[in-house]
């Protein structure tokens, strides 16, 4: 069966790359939620790895198409199929992983990979690890270091620490994208890790909007605009060893921590 353009489909079929993904993949994990299984490729490697897998399916002859090639490991528990969007069904599945360990795996289209990013950060329930393949642009957005910090970066810096694992020519795929894509896999930081808690969080999320509202300009100047005295501002940066001309993009996500307890 072919792809769906309005569905962004374009599937990967390199058997090494697939099972890099894999290869990721806790061992203590319980549950593999994947996102967007296509023809199963990918949820095959994943069932042969002994875990049990839920699929999140938007195009219902694919939800055929996997329900004929997995009837086996339905029918044995292994496998659980549901027919909807991901971005609405990743919150409505919680109740199947309540208080199990899981990850998110998937081949992401580009148009929702950051509305996906967001709503998995404000989970309850985070999953372990988030395992995704996206666009070669995006993945160096998520896994950049201070120096190179933007808005996604520090979104997702909250609640998981972000690497880029593989990449992956265009030409791997069918059919054929116009950019090349990579990997990315996203460990999840437990509650109360370097002040990562539900208290901060709130806080947290005031400063990023506040930091990056005018990325190219300093960050003193879009501090200001928030409310926040410049002596605080700079008393703040000199505690931190930040610089007084420091732009959005040379804070680390520490130092965006750091800053945020500026913020009621």
């Given amino acids: ?22 290869e990721v993949l806790d061992s203590a994990l319980e549950v593999v939620v994947e996102v967007g299984p296509g023809h199963g490729e990918l ?48 919150s409505n599945i919680q109740y199947l992983i309540f208080h199990k360990v899981y990850a998110v795996i998937g081949n992401i289209p580009y148009y929702i990979t950051g509305h996906l990013l967001r ?8 999953p372990k690890q988030a395992i995704f393949l996206v666009q070669e642009e995006v ?10 910090m933007n808005l996604l970066a520090a979104s997702v810096g909250w609640w998981a620490q972000a690497r880029i694992v593989t990449h992956v020519p265009r030409q791997m795929f ?38 990056f509202k005018q990325p190219r ?24 060893g930040v610089s007084q001309t420091a732009r959005p993009q040379d804070f680390s996500i520490e130092e965006i921590i750091a800053m945020s307890h500026l913020f009621v």
Avoid: H, W
């Avoid at 069966?1 to 697939?18: E, W």
């Avoid at 709503?119 to 985070?126: A, D, S, T, V």
């Fill in 1 to 22: 069966m072919g792809a769906k353009k309005q569905f962004g489909q374009n599937f990967l079929q390199n058997k090494k790359k697939l099972l890099k993904m894999v």
């Fill in 43 to 90: 949820t095959q490697y994943i069932l042969e790895k002994g875990f049990s897998v839920i699929c999140i399916e938007k195009d219902r002859d694919m939800v055929f198409v996997l329900q004929k090639k997995f009837e086996a490991d339905i029918v044995r528990g292994k496998l659980k199929i549901i027919e909807g969007d991901a971005l609405e069904e990743i």
């Fill in 119 to 126: 709503i998995i950060g404000e989970l309850e329930q985070k």
């Fill in 139 to 148: 993945a160096r957005r998520v896994c950049v270091q201070k120096g190179d």
């Fill in 174 to 211: 069918s059919p054929q994208p116009r950019v090349d894509s990579a990997v990315i896999a996203l460990t999840t930081y437990a509650d109360s890790i370097r002040g990562r808690d539900i208290d901060n969080q709130k806080r947290y999320f005031v400063c990023v909007k506040a930091l």
């Fill in 217 to 240: 300009r300093m960050a003193v100047r879009n501090f200001i605009d928030a409310g926040i005295s410049r002596e605080r501002i700079l008393e703040n940066f000199q505690k931190l």
